[in-house]
């Protein structure tokens, strides 16, 4: 395998663990305060819906001369904003309605797909699901670090912002959980609230703010995911936001080992797609489809052995009854 081929590997493992780690981080905040979100789809696909249909109004109806880094800036905080949105549902219903939470994670899974497919449709030129915009945020090299020998080409060249944006907010959610007030309280709803109630800690707004901060960061996976390996969104995110609930699980529900996990199958996935590039996986003769299933099966098999070994917080998925002990 020569060196141009590694490098293709790993720039397109980046481009798929960053979306899984910042999702799956989504989650994380969420089943931390005690409320089960298998709603990442989801919220993945809203927001990935809302921030490049904003994109193709600026670029193709409006024809606005903007800025690449302003017209980011503003999708992703529309992706956020959508994500929140949909959140508050959940919330909503989780926590105000006591309803079962994977119900209401299932009504948005399947909301989502079928909302964006029929707005799309009604809202493009062509009448399409398939909303195009002009990618033009790659970065042929970070100033300074795309020189680093053999990091440089492999991490700073040829590269987008959002993946830089992936690994400052994987830093920045490990530092609010386990250094900051607001991270001890949010971690005390989901493991005992009783406990937290007991001491003055607002249970349902704790639960609230980690079920907004799921769908903030869901909705931004959506965009970090379309951004680098697309320039249209079909109305799908490829089941991205149910393996990132794979790597939540695998990652024992801490940012370090999320961190790990997704490179795991961001690695898998890269390898199954450019298996025909690597000359000893190309020389077995085996038909492209059992490596494009490879990385799902390595899932359900790393979660059987795995998933035993891992605690979810104790009261994840509880409606919180203030009178209970």
């Given at each position: 395998m020569t060196m141009a081929v590694f490098y293709s590997i790993m720039h397109?493992?980046?481009?798929?663990?960053?979306?899984?780690?910042?999702?799956?981080?989504?989650?994380?905040?969420?089943?931390?305060?005690?409320?089960?979100?298998?709603?990442?789809?989801?919220?993945?696909?809203?927001?990935?819906?809302?921030?490049?249909?904003?994109?193709?109004?600026?670029?193709?109806?409006?024809?606005?001369?903007?800025?690449?880094?302003?017209?980011?800036?503003?999708?992703?905080?529309?992706?956020?904003?959508t994500g929140i949105i949909i959140s508050l549902a959940h919330a909503y219903a989780s926590i105000n309605l006591r309803a079962n939470q994977v119900i209401s994670g299932i009504a948005i899974n399947m909301f989502a797909a079928a909302f964006a497919i029929y707005t799309a449709r009604a809202m493009t030129r062509a009448g399409s699901q398939h909303i195009h915009f002009s990618n033009v945020f790659r970065i042929d090299s970070v100033p300074g670090l795309g020189n680093i020998p053999f990091l440089g080409p492999m991490l700073f060249q040829n590269t987008y912002f959002t993946s830089l944006l992936g690994i400052l907010i994987l830093a920045a959610s490990a530092f609010v959980l386990y250094k900051t007030k607001f991270g001890l309280r949010l971690r005390a709803c989901g493991e005992h609230p009783q406990a937290a109630d007991s001491v003055g800690v607002s249970?349902?707004?704790?639960?609230?703010?980690?079920?907004?901060?799921?769908?903030?960061?869901?909705?931004?996976?959506?965009?970090?995911?379309?951004?680098?390996?697309?320039?249209?969104?079909?109305?799908?995110?490829?089941?991205y936001g149910f393996l990132a609930l794979a790597v939540l699980i695998f990652g024992a529900w801490k940012p370090q080992r999320i961190l790990f996990a997704a490179f795991f199958f961001g690695l898998m996935l890269s390898v199954a797609s450019q298996f025909s590039a690597i000359p000893f996986l190309r020389d077995l003769g085996i038909h492209a489809n059992f490596f494009r299933m490879t990385p799902y099966v390595a899932t359900l098999v790393?979660?059987?052995?795995?998933?035993?070994?891992t605690a979810a917080p104790k009261a994840v998925g509880q409606p919180y009854d203030k009178g209970g002990r």
């Amino acid at each position: 395998m020569t060196m141009a081929v590694f490098y293709s590997i790993m720039h397109w493992t980046v481009y798929i663990m960053i979306p899984l780690i910042v999702v799956s981080l989504g989650g994380l905040f969420s089943e931390k305060s005690g409320v089960v979100n298998i709603a990442l789809e989801g919220k993945m696909i809203l927001g990935a819906f809302a921030g490049t249909m904003f994109m193709y109004h600026v670029q193709n109806v409006w024809e606005l001369a903007m800025s690449p880094w302003l017209l980011l800036f503003l999708t992703l905080l529309i992706a956020m904003a959508t994500g929140i949105i949909i959140s508050l549902a959940h919330a909503y219903a989780s926590i105000n309605l006591r309803a079962n939470q994977v119900i209401s994670g299932i009504a948005i899974n399947m909301f989502a797909a079928a909302f964006a497919i029929y707005t799309a449709r009604a809202m493009t030129r062509a009448g399409s699901q398939h909303i195009h915009f002009s990618n033009v945020f790659r970065i042929d090299s970070v100033p300074g670090l795309g020189n680093i020998p053999f990091l440089g080409p492999m991490l700073f060249q040829n590269t987008y912002f959002t993946s830089l944006l992936g690994i400052l907010i994987l830093a920045a959610s490990a530092f609010v959980l386990y250094k900051t007030k607001f991270g001890l309280r949010l971690r005390a709803c989901g493991e005992h609230p009783q406990a937290a109630d007991s001491v003055g800690v607002s249970v349902t707004k704790m639960r609230y703010a980690g079920v907004i901060l799921s769908g903030a960061l869901a909705g931004m996976g959506g965009i970090l995911y379309i951004v680098p390996i697309a320039s249209a969104f079909s109305g799908t995110v490829a089941g991205y936001g149910f393996l990132a609930l794979a790597v939540l699980i695998f990652g024992a529900w801490k940012p370090q080992r999320i961190l790990f996990a997704a490179f795991f199958f961001g690695l898998m996935l890269s390898v199954a797609s450019q298996f025909s590039a690597i000359p000893f996986l190309r020389d077995l003769g085996i038909h492209a489809n059992f490596f494009r299933m490879t990385p799902y099966v390595a899932t359900l098999v790393v979660l059987a052995f795995t998933s035993k070994n891992t605690a979810a917080p104790k009261a994840v998925g509880q409606p919180y009854d203030k009178g209970g002990r």
